[in-house]
């Protein structure tokens, strides 16, 4: 393996997933609600999509990545609407049970899969992964063993970001009141609404 190589593409998924949007607010209410686990779980769910993402572009699948811009419109709206289902939800929601749910294994698989699907739900982000790692590669063709590599990088350094997330939330979710969490789940589901908006909008006008 190489280290450098391996290093670098930790460092891109990183990059990637500390941004907050969406995703990551949604980890956060995740956490706060259901603990850590459930957190990271959902994280992981986003890490897998951008090493979805990440070999698609690293193996260079044209077709795939055709069909993925081909699909933009309708995976941009199927997005966009579980967004705002996902907002109205946290809008009507009342302070739960934290306890009940922390362990709640039920939760798990469609935790990470929601957010697996609603990160791939933006397509073009194939091609920022293209641009990417061909700078990576020098513009030279990736072996397998390379190509690996990164997607593997990408990986671990998006799944490193959900960890200290979720375990940072975690850490203070017991020491807020419940009219806190109601304000909290307000404020994400305002947010994701707004979101959800922009990017009909988005859609619209493409």
Same mark, same amino acid.
């Given at each position: 393996?190489?280290?450098?190589?391996?290093?670098? &593409?930790?460092?891109?998924?990183?990059?990637? $997933?500390? +941004? @907050? #949007? +969406?995703?990551?607010?949604? *980890?956060?209410?995740? !956490?706060?609600?259901?603990? $850590?686990?459930?957190?990271?779980?959902?994280?992981? #769910?986003?890490? $897998?999509?951008?090493?979805?993402?990440?070999?698609?572009?690293?193996? #260079?699948?044209?077709?795939? !990545?055709?069909?993925? @811009?081909?699909?933009? !419109?309708?995976? $941009?709206?199927?997005?966009?609407?579980?967004? =705002?289902?996902?907002?109205?939800?946290?809008?009507?929601?009342?302070? +739960?049970?934290?306890? =009940?749910?922390?362990?709640?294994?039920?939760?798990?698989?469609?935790?990470?899969?929601?957010?697996?699907?609603?990160?791939?739900?933006?397509?073009?982000?194939?091609? &920022?992964?293209?641009?990417?790692?061909?700078?990576?590669?020098?513009?030279?063709?990736? &072996?397998?063993?390379?190509?690996?590599?990164? @997607?593997?990088?990408?990986? *671990?350094?998006?799944?490193?970001?959900?960890?200290?997330? &979720?375990?940072?939330?975690? =850490?203070?979710?017991?020491?807020?009141? +419940?009219?806190?969490?109601?304000?909290?789940?307000?404020?994400? #589901?305002?947010?994701?609404?707004?979101?959800?908006?922009?990017?009909?909008?988005?859609?619209?006008?493409?």
């Amino acid at each position: 393996m190489d280290a450098l190589l391996f290093l670098k &593409s930790v460092l891109i998924g990183l990059s990637i $997933a500390a +941004p @907050v #949007g +969406p995703i990551g607010l949604l *980890c956060i209410q995740r !956490t706060l609600g259901h603990g $850590a686990r459930i957190g990271f779980i959902s994280g992981l #769910g986003a890490a $897998a999509a951008d090493a979805t993402y990440g070999a698609v572009g690293a193996f #260079g699948i044209g077709a795939i !990545t055709r069909a993925f @811009v081909a699909l933009a !419109t309708p995976l $941009a709206l199927a997005g966009a609407l579980f967004l =705002a289902w996902m907002g109205l939800k946290m809008l009507r929601a009342t302070p +739960p049970e934290r306890a =009940a749910h922390a362990s709640d294994p039920v939760r798990a698989l469609p935790a990470f899969a929601s957010v697996y699907l609603l990160t791939l739900s933006n397509p073009l982000t194939i091609l &920022s992964f293209i641009a990417i790692f061909a700078t990576l590669s020098g513009g030279e063709a990736l &072996s397998a063993g390379s190509g690996l590599v990164m @997607v593997l990088g990408v990986f *671990c350094g998006s799944a490193l970001w959900w960890l200290a997330l &979720s375990l940072g939330v975690a =850490a203070v979710r017991h020491r807020l009141e +419940p009219g806190t969490m109601i304000w909290i789940d307000r404020f994400a #589901g305002v947010f994701l609404l707004g979101f959800a908006a922009w990017q009909l909008v988005r859609v619209a006008g493409s």
